[in-house]
């Protein structure tokens, strides 16, 4: 993002909809409330402490606003500022919208931002977002509408951070883990606990024009089972976190469709132990390995064609992200390399699983049928949460299956949870790349990161401490006649635009 001199980033004003531009009648229709069913209640609406993906996705990005947020294509799309200049590497420079209100009607001042990041450093609060911001020294009010960022450490993901601070009103602070006072197209109406929240439409939101609801509902109903049965009978309109196994019902109902993003930053991945078993540190093998891996046919019989066949450790969506084409799934030429190795005759190992998580076993069953076919036998472990944290944490595998969402769109991120924690491990050999990776993050010029992470992600397929499998897709089910609907490959959803047909 960043180029010699001033630069002003520009971005889109508006998220483009995957589920396609509104028409002349959009909200022609008499139906003007949204009901969301929600895995569970929330326990707070303060933005700063409650971190409960169930909030954060849905409640979150309604209610209240960031400055900027992650779009359906994985751009940085401006709520409440307008630009921002980034003048030098350790300086953001935030122009504000203006005629900006709060729910309570007062105007959104640069005072309300600066109070809302600060709040984020408050170590006595422990705000969730507070470790993402140890790298802002001061933060300045340079006039109404503008507010500067001075940073005490250079951070390549500061604008991706930036994404998940909500901007508050300073004096509000106090009331809103029960009553929250955002500026987003919704505001707080009602909450029952165990039954629903309810929000309705802002009439003096800053862009009011394009909300065409006129209420939320919120429900929360953990059972996805029951979700489902709610949805087909219209009592419920969304439902988040669709299981692949109810894909079919989805399809086979002309009342409900399914929605997808066109990319996810959650990845299926194996971390190989490298260290631990000889076999895995010959590159050799690790290509054999790859090999013998049918990713299509896990995406399309396990995924149901719905994920994204990836070879680079990063999801598609993150910058720098290279298309890495896989050797192909040729079991003959994988036994063929094999036999050039020391290991000619096979070798066995075990992988470890986390109960309750089918696809990964069902994935690693056409795998390890596969692999038995070159005369690679791979042993299937399967423990609860504990037993696989004991190996995960300690490295302590052959190899194990990991996955999850990752926020934001810098590698660095994935780096900072993923890469960087194996560098006493299956990496200590991987000297280069190391480097490369602590380069990579520090370095301002974004020509020079392009160059680095290309390398980065040659050498993790070249050696693979970590093997990727797919995107895993983002789903969610609706009302057939639900339009507007934005779910970023991050999960999070946005209703500002939403109506009924």
């Keep these: ?64 606003e960031s400055l900027l947020h992650i779009g359906a294509d994985m751009e940085y799309v401006f709520d409440l500022a307008e630009s921002v200049e980034h003048p030098d590497d350790m300086t953001y420079i935030f122009k504000l919208r203006s005629g900006v209100k709060f729910h309570d009607g007062s105007d959104m001042t640069a005072e309300d931002v600066k ?25 300045d009010i340079v006039d109404a509408n503008t507010v500067q960022f001075n940073l005490g450490t250079f951070s390549n993901t500061f604008l991706d951070n930036c994404v998940m601070v909500k901007i508050i009103k300073q004096g509000t602070e106090n009331g809103l883990k029960q009553a929250p006072i955002g500026t ?44 489902l049965a709610n949805l087909s009978s219209g009592a419920v309109n969304l439902v988040e976190d669709l299981p692949l196994a109810e894909i079919d019902r989805i399809n086979s109902d002309p009342g409900l469709q399914l929605l997808q993003p066109k990319t996810s930053t959650a990845t299926v991945l194996f971390e190989v ?58 079991l ?14 096979g070798f066995e190992f075990t992988v470890w699983l986390l109960a309750g998580y089918t696809e990964w076993e069902n994935l690693s069953v056409i795998y390890q049928a596969d692999l038995a076919k070159i005369g690679i036998k791979m042993n299937i472990r399967i423990g609860e949460l504990s037993e696989w944290l004991d190996h995960y944490l300690n490295r302590t595998y052959e190899m194990i299956c990991n996955g999850g969402p990752m926020a934001g769109t810098d590698p660095a991120v994935y780096d900072g949870i993923i890469l960087s924690q194996l560098y006493p491990y299956q990496m ?59 779910v970023n490959p991050v999960a999070h959803t946005f209703l500002k635009e939403a109506y009924f047909e």
């Excluded at 994920?307 to 050797?327: E, L």
């Design 1 to 64: 993002m960043r180029k010699t001199g001033l630069l002003l980033l520009t971005m889109v004003l508006t998220a483009g909809l995957f589920l396609g531009c509104l028409s002349g009648n959009a909200g022609a229709s008499s139906q003007s409330t949204l009901t969301y069913a929600l895995s569970g209640d929330i326990d707070s609406f303060d933005p700063y402490t409650n971190q409960s993906l169930t909030f954060i996705k849905s409640i979150g990005y309604n209610c209240y």
């Design 115 to 139: 109070f809302s990041f600060e709040r984020t450093q408050d170590k006595d609060l422990g705000a969730w977002q507070g470790v993402f911001f140890t790298c802002v020294d001061s933060i």
């Design 184 to 227: 987003g197209p919704f505001k707080f109406v009602k909450w029952s606990p165990n039954d629903n929240i309810s929000l309705e439409k802002f009439a003096d939101y800053w862009d009011a024009h394009n909300v065409k609801l006129e209420k939320l509902i919120f429900k929360p109903i953990p059972d996805k089972s029951i979700q």
């Design 273 to 330: 132990g490298r260290h631990n078993f000889a076999p895995f540190a010959d590159p050799r093998v690790m290509e054999v390995m790859a090999m013998a891996f049918d990713k299509e046919t896990i995406n399309k019989s396990v995924y149901k064609g719905l994920a994204n066949v990836i070879w680079s450790q990063y999801p598609s969506g993150f910058k720098f992200y290279k298309d890495i084409k896989g050797p192909g799934f040729d």
């Design 332 to 345: 003959e030429a994988a036994k063929a390399k094999l036999a050039e190795t020391p290991y000619a005759d």
């Design 428 to 486: 200590a050999d991987l000297t280069e790349l190391q480097d490369l990776l602590n380069s990579a993050r520090m370095e301002a010029d974004q020509e020079k990161r392009a160059e680095m992470y290309g390398q980065i992600q040659d050498l993790v397929y070249e050696y693979k401490p970590v093997m990727s499998i797919v995107e895993t897709p983002v789903l969610c089910g609706a009302s057939a006649n639900l339009k507007g609907v934005v």
